[in-house]
């Protein structure tokens, strides 16, 4: 399949699944969780609410600008790798936007923003599984370039390339898709409810809680997502083998991106069930750490092009005569 089509075809499937969704289940910006008469109050100490304060309003906005910044520092990268993560960085940023905008505006129970927030992370993820299985296989395995040697072959002993035979990665990817399929599966025993909580930060009433609908999404529909992509690519590796790598990474990456978006939800929002705060902190504070080592990488990225760029003119002087 040429890459522009391929490019059209997810274009496609990501403006699908950004409008259809909430198309179907009727949501817009109007769409708002009232505010629960059974909310449980609960009395949050000062320190807890100045941690909340500077997770929202100084975490965030940070590695939300970061994350421009690297796809300004990536955009225009030709390596595969190096695209994904800034395409996906876009997509994290614009994620996180609906994130502050339901807070901000909304004052955190617009569903429609929130499920464009959720959309944002799950396909942001995908981009960053991607950029990381293709990162894996070109610049350190090279277990599906047919024209350079893998290195695994010390291992191995031969390889496909040269015979007719198995490629070793091939096999234990298709003993690690199995393994992620049952992992997707763990959200979808998560009990689910309307659950509640009001406070006081600094002064200011706050209703902690996470919708119904919302759980709906992140611990079964999300997850039924990531099989069906994982179970795809499976099936890739088994029946085309050697030739389905291409379409198998991109399958999985697609699986990947929904299961690591479910279960970060799933450990956040089912562990701290009866403190939400601290879900919503731990959820602040990873995402902030993931940006600053991806920025970090993109300072690497950038240090290794400037380094060839200063090497590439002594490299093609020519030599002195003698």
């Known amino acids: 399949m040429k890459i522009k089509s391929l490019t059209l075809i997810l274009l496609i499937l990501f403006l699908a699944g950004l409008l259809l ?38 975490i965030k906005p940070l590695y939300m600008t970061i994350s421009l910044v690297i796809a300004f520092m990536l ?29 901000l505006i909304f004052h955190d129970r617009s569903l429609l923003m929130e499920y464009w927030h959720n959309y944002g992370m799950v ?10 299985v293709e990162a894996f296989d070109k610049r350190l395995v090279h277990y599906s370039d047919e024209g350079k040697k893998c290195a695994l072959l010390s291992q191995c002993g031969s390889c496909y390339k040269q015979r007719d035979m198995s490629c070793t990665m091939r096999i234990i990817f298709l003993y ?51 099989a069906f992509y994982l179970l ?23 699986g990947l991106g929904p299961l690591l978006f479910s279960l970060m939800r799933f450990i956040c929002f089912w ?38 760029k200063e090497e590439m003119p002594l490299n093609t002087m020519p030599a002195e005569e003698t």
């Not at 190096?82 to 997509?91: E, K, T, V, Y």
């Not at 396909?123 to 990381?132: N, Q, R």
């Not at 979808?188 to 309307?194: E, F, Q, S």
């Not at 919503?280 to 940006?291: A, K, N």
């Open 21 to 58: 969704p909430p198309l179907f289940f009727g949501i817009h910006f109007n769409s708002s969780v009232a505010t629960p008469t059974a909310a449980t109050p609960f009395i949050i100490p000062l320190w807890e609410q100045a941690i909340l304060f500077t997770a929202a309003f100084i």
């Open 75 to 103: 955009w225009r990268r030709t390596e595969t790798e190096l695209n994904a993560i800034s395409r996906g960085m876009i997509l994290f940023f614009l994620g996180e936007l609906a994130c502050a905008g339901n807070y």
């Open 176 to 226: 690690i898709i199995p393994a992620l399929f049952v992992v997707a599966a763990m959200p979808l025993a998560a009990p689910i409810g309307n659950r509640f909580y009001t406070g006081l930060v600094f002064g200011q009433q706050v209703m902690f809680g996470h919708p119904l609908l919302n759980q709906m999404v992140e611990v079964r529909f999300i997850p039924a997502v990531a």
């Open 123 to 132: 396909c942001s993820f995908a981009f960053f599984a991607y950029a990381f």
């Open 271 to 308: 562990g701290y069930g009866e403190h939400p705060l601290w879900a919503d902190v731990w959820e602040e504070i990873t995402e902030f750490l993931f940006i600053v080592i991806l920025f970090r990488i993109a300072l690497l990225v950038r240090s290794q092009s400037s380094k060839q």
């Open 232 to 254: 795809l690519s499976f099936g890739t590796l088994l029946f085309l083998r050697e030739k389905g790598f291409a379409s198998a990474k991109i399958l999985v990456a697609l």
